[in-house]
């Protein structure tokens, strides 16, 4: 049952979560296209549109939405969540007294505890499954809905989500801060040596992030190379760990989703097959809170800062 419930939790992960704005002064910042990123098509990963709007009950079905919506200012109007989302620490709270009401797991949503609730928007991510999303659309339900793979693709939903709720000059600061924060960390290690990096979400079987992934993305402007070429997040063998030995392993925090013992920390340090890979050798394995580097919110900065100043200890 145990195994089950990780294998779960890794599938879910995957299956992972108008006005018009001002020209900007710069078309880029640094890493980022801010025209692009600030002009971006109203529709989201489904290609259904959104429209500006200010509405007063607002479901979030996923972690990375909720996170995104109390950041913009529009978390006094979230009436409903999954089970896990924990930030910020308000929602907890609200979740306790009753202020908000839990809708079910990931992929695993209630669509009658959604209706009861009855939102002018559902925030939803890739991760609902389209069947849900559909579902609640065909009840009139206003669904927005998001897949996003880059750190770029984030702060368009960021500011797709500002123009949804009419919070969209919060959403364009949020997205500022993000790149400030990015550019910083950036500039601090951009002479250090090159690091050869792996993250591991979960051992049993191996998950790791590969190419064309936010996670992939926080390695490589935190100066590190993903050992993994292949792209998106896949098993590899623990033969194929070996012969990538990287200079530093990344871990998630936890059971991968935060929270109990860091198991996946524990067997990589223990396990006697391992022992050979340079960041084994090194004492070069570290631990990164699953919450902040898995979700694809405004804290991918933060996960940028704390990667940066890790691998390069």
């Not at 939803?124 to 996003?148: C, H, M, Q, W």
């Amino acid at each position: 049952m145990r195994k089950f419930f990780y294998l779960v939790f890794i599938a879910l992960f995957f299956a992972l979560c108008i006005s018009q704005p001002p020209e900007p002064q710069h078309s880029n910042i640094g890493w980022f296209n801010l025209t692009e990123i600030l002009n971006t098509t109203p529709v989201d990963d489904t290609g259904y549109p959104i429209s500006e709007g200010h509405p007063e009950r607002i479901v979030s079905l996923a972690p990375s939405n909720t996170e995104i919506l109390f950041a913009i200012g529009a978390g006094d109007r979230v009436v409903g969540v999954t089970d896990y989302c924990n930030y910020p620490p308000i929602v907890l709270d609200k979740k306790e007294n009753g202020e908000i009401v839990s809708v079910g797991g990931y992929s695993t949503i209630n669509v009658e505890k959604v209706l009861a609730l009855k939102p002018d928007l559902v925030v939803a991510s890739y991760g609902n499954g389209l069947e849900t999303i559909e579902t609640l659309r065909k009840f009139g339900i206003n669904v927005i809905a998001f897949d996003p793979k880059t750190i770029q693709d984030v702060m368009k939903d960021i500011v797709l989500i500002g123009r949804a709720t009419g919070n969209y000059d919060n959403a364009t600061k949020v997205v500022g801060e993000m790149i400030e924060k990015i550019e910083a960390a950036r500039e601090k290690v951009k002479n250090k040596p090159k690091v050869k990096v792996a993250h591991l979400l979960w051992h049993d079987p191996i998950w790791v992030s590969g190419k064309n992934t936010f996670i992939d993305e926080v390695i490589t402007l935190a100066n590190g190379e993903n050992v993994f070429s292949f792209d998106g997040w896949r098993v590899v063998s623990i033969e194929d760990l070996i012969a990538a030995n990287p200079d530093v392993i990344l871990v998630s925090s936890g059971t991968g989703m935060g929270g109990g013992k860091d198991i996946v920390y524990e067997w990589v340090t223990s396990d006697e097959r391992l022992k050979s890979i340079k960041a084994i050798e090194n004492g070069k394995v570290f631990i990164v809170d699953a919450d902040i580097i898995n979700r694809p919110s405004y804290r991918l900065a933060d996960a940028l800062e704390i990667v940066a100043e890790l691998i390069h200890s």
